[in-house]
Each structure stands twice: as C-alpha cells, then as structure tokens.
C-alpha cells in the first residue's frame, strides 16, 4: 500500500479510555489483542483512529482525547453513542447475538429486534463520521463484527476509496449462521467491502458457504488462496490473513534488566515450582472454568505433581456491565476457592488468582517467569497471548499448551501442545508433560515458535491487507479477466470445514 495515502481505521474501541473519576476524568491504555496490533500498525503508518472511549461525548472528553493524540503518531477521534445507543448496539446486538453465536454457544443470544435496530443506527453513525477524513485515495480499515454494515453506509457518501473489512473472531458454518434473523442483511453488508479478512481459512471457508447457502445468486473464482466473490455489481476478495503481534517489541522488553529482575522475583516466590501461566480477559470463550477444573482433575489424580507447580490466573476485567459476565466471574472466583481450599497446603497455594488489568512490563515479566502457558480458549479467532508468551520467552525454556480450537493453533501446531479444552484428562496430561519435558526438548520447541512470530509479525500481516485492498479498480479488472479465461464457478466449490 502507498503510506501517502491516508489510512483509517475504524474499530469499536479507541487505543484509551476516558473513565469518569470523583476528581474529573483520567485517561487509561485500553487492554486487548486488537488494540495492541492496530497501535502497533498505527505507529508506522499514521493517519486517523475512529472509535468509541466509553463515555459521552463532552467537551472535556473531546479535550482529553485530543491531547491524547498529541502523544501519538495518529490522530484519534471518538464517536458520541448514546447510553441506549451502547446498551442496545454493543452490549446487546455485538455482545449478546454476534459475540456468542460466531463462538457456537447460539443458546445464550438474545435475537432482539431493538439490538438490530441499533446495529444499524450505530453502523452509518461510524460512516458518517469515516466520511469527514476520507479522500478519493484513503484506505478505510474496519475492524470486526460490530461494523459488517459499515461499508454499504459509507458508499452512499464516497464511493472512491477503498473499503476492507477484518474479522478478528471466527465466522461459524452455515447451521449455525443462518439462525441470525438478519443474516442475509449482514452478509449482503460484508460484499459491500472491497476485501474481507479472517483470520482462517476455515473462518474464509465457512464464510463461502455461508454465501453458497444464503446468497446463492452469488458466483466466485478462486486464485492466490482467496475467494473473488462477485454479487450484483461488485467483486470482493475474501482471504484468510492471520494477525499476530509486534514480535520484537515483546522481545526487547522481555530482556530489559528490569523486567527480568522483576521474572526472577516472581519465580523466587514460588521456591522452584513450575510457574503454570494463565491469561485471558473476563469471558466465557476463554475456558478459564475448564481450565481450572482440568488443573483440579490432575491434582486430584496425580498428587505428586501437588507442591511441585502453581497456577497463576490472570482474568483482566471485561464487559463488566453485562451481567451473564459477572456470573462468570463469581463462578471463577468460587471454583479458585474450591481448588485452593481441597488442595492447599503449608507454603503452598496452588492458584494465584489476579482480578486486574496488569501493566505492560508486568505482563511479560510474568510471561518471562512462567514455565508453562496454559492456553485454552473454547474457540478464538486467533489469540494473541499465546503469540505474546512465545515472543517474550527470550531464553527458549517455556513450554505452551494451546487448544485446538484457537485461531493461532495452526500456525504454532510445531512447537505447541494442542489440547482439546474440553477434555480435562488431556489438558491435565499435557501439564504433566509440559512440567516433565526435557529442557533440550523445551528450547527446539521454543526456537520452532519464535522463528515462526519472527517472520510473521504484526507488520507482515498489516502489509499483506493492505495491499490486497490497494487498488479496488485493478482488482475488479483483474477478476473479469479471470472470470474471462476460468469461466464462471458457483460458491459450491470453496472447501469444508
């Protein structure tokens, strides 16, 4: 992509949050995969973030974010949406119908008719907004399954610059997606963009057939591992580009003398134990309940392994309004109690339970000092903490164990243990075996994990969207002429799960 353009990108949540305080506001560095990987983009290419800080817009609010901005190498600008308007779009329609039915767990949505109205109301308020910075040569980078209608709102204001849209949570098959009332209105939606993104190619493939079962009118050619999805008068391309992170930035961080000081004191604390890391915000994706039930299970079955590791669990708070998540929480908390009380013993607490957004050195101090990431999300778009863990595992010794069923799984499949989360036996076992392996066994695995993140950083991954969305008019051309010489293919032949 030429960096003279400008880029605009265009996600839920600002890189801050403006929190209301009994002495005035206080601006805060938002948490999370995404706000960390767009940050990171940012930095190197400039431009606009549009998005939301968690408050009303007011013109103290307007003032903080705009001195924010003079700390960054990007402008940020922030969208007024009213209580309702987050109640119902992001919290009820984001929250409690796309957020749990594109994770399998269709039982807990709420399919209200107010969530969809909001949804759109919310979509062209962002559009508008995108509207005052776009030019003809803009790039305009929407990010996730809060704007899939962003893009049909902004072509009826500037029709001239490119749109792309990536979805940083998994796409479900079509037995699950076509239980969403609306679900021809967000497909449509999705072809408005010039290119999609997923994370997979199983998210790219159920995608397709999402379309082949709903949108059946639309044709398709395949080439360079995308979809070029033609429906009405428009081509999109649609393509699997797993994000990852700023590799070096962990890396560098990981060897400051302080943050290893601060390793060494954590691993002190734990009088030689094996260090069983857990990190992962406050949701019920994350498997934070089956993890610890598989951790009680091995105490429980193999009592050598009692005394000899200790679990640290960091929760970071999320979605603290929506109630189902503060049952969450309560049930974390009682089941921490539960393991602690059954299995405590003198000097020692087998799980340490940390309830906080943790700082950033503190954070990879703690990925430093562990022996073992235990990583093992229900089902995630990617995970970035498992990518984070292996960057900041400078001397090669730690071990991750993965669910299958996270995004990053695929990519780290050669030096990580893949576990299904939901069966605790197995998960327990490859503690044992993580807590058991050989240091020469550690290190290769290790080396196998950072050399991956290592030629595929966030940067890689910001490069290769970007340029498949450079040139919306080119690539039309390109796929009439494929479409010339290929002949035309219905969405029927885009794969299985």
């Not at 449509?188 to 994370?199: E, P």
């Not at 199983?202 to 398709?220: I, K, M, S, V, Y």
């Not at 560098?252 to 390793?263: K, L, S």
């Not at 073992?372 to 229900?378: E, G, S």
């Amino acid at each position: 992509m030429n960096t003279e353009n400008r880029l605009i990108v265009i996600s839920h949540r600002l890189p801050i949050n403006v929190e209301s305080t009994a002495s005035g506001y206080e601006v805060h560095t938002s948490s999370g995969g995404l706000v960390t990987a767009l940050d990171s983009v940012l930095r190197k290419y400039s431009g606009v973030w549009i998005g939301h800080v968690g408050q009303q817009a007011t013109d103290e609010v307007a003032r903080l974010i705009e001195l924010a901005s003079l700390n960054q190498s990007y402008q940020l600008h922030t969208v007024l949406l009213s209580p309702e308007e987050v109640s119902n779009f992001y919290h009820g329609f984001s929250n409690e119908i796309i957020w749990p039915l594109f994770h399998d767990l269709q039982s807990r949505c709420n399919f209200s008719p107010e969530y969809w109205s909001a949804y759109c109301t919310v979509n062209e308020r962002f559009a508008e907004t995108a509207v005052r910075f776009a030019t003809h040569d803009s790039f305009v980078w929407v990010h996730d399954y809060h704007f899939t209608l962003l893009a049909q709102y902004l072509r009826r204001r500037n029709d001239s610059c490119g749109i792309g849209l990536f979805q940083h949570i998994p796409f479900p098959p079509p037995d699950i997606f076509e239980k969403l009332p609306w679900r021809r209105d967000i497909l449509r939606g999705m072809l408005m963009y010039d290119v999609v993104g997923f994370q997979t190619q199983r998210d790219q493939n159920n995608f397709g057939n999402c379309l082949q079962a709903l949108l059946p009118e639309c044709t398709f050619t395949v080439s360079d591992d995308s979809l070029h999805v033609r429906f009405e008068d428009r081509s999109v391309r649609v393509k699997s580009f797993p994000i990852s992170i700023d590799f070096h930035a962990f890396a560098d961080v990981a060897a400051e003398p302080a943050v290893r000081a601060r390793a060494r004191q954590l691993r002190q604390e734990q009088q030689g134990r094996k260090i069983i890391l857990g990190v992962d915000r406050l949701d019920y994706t994350k498997g934070i309940i089956e993890r610890l039930r598989a951790y009680s299970y091995m105490l429980r079955t193999w009592p050598q392994m009692r005394r000899g590791v200790t679990m640290v669990q960091v929760v970071v708070p999320s979605r603290v309004d929506i109630p189902k998540y503060l049952e969450l929480k309560e049930e974390v908390e009682r089941l921490v109690g539960e393991i602690n009380g059954e299995f405590s013993d003198v000097g020692w607490v087998p799980v340490h339970y940390l309830y906080r957004t943790m700082p950033r050195e503190e954070l990879i101090a703690h990925y430093v000092a562990a022996d073992i990431a235990l990583i093992t999300p229900l089902k995630d778009g990617m995970n970035l903490v498992a990518k984070e863990y292996c960057a900041s595992q400078v001397g090669n010794t730690g071990v991750l164990i993965l669910s299958e069923f996270a995004g990053a799984a695929k990519e780290l499949l050669d030096g990580a243990l893949l576990v299904n989360p939901n069966d605790q036996q197995a998960v327990a076992h490859a503690i044992m075996r993580a807590a058991q392996m050989p240091v020469s066994e550690c290190v290769a695995r290790m080396q196998r994990l950072r050399r991956q993140l290592r030629e595929h950083d966030v940067y890689d991954w910001a490069e290769s969207f970007l340029e498949a969305g450079a040139n919306p008019a080119q690539r039309r051309t390109c796929l009439m002429s494929a479409r010339t010489s290929e002949g035309e293919t219905r969405v029927a032949g885009c794969g299985n799960n």
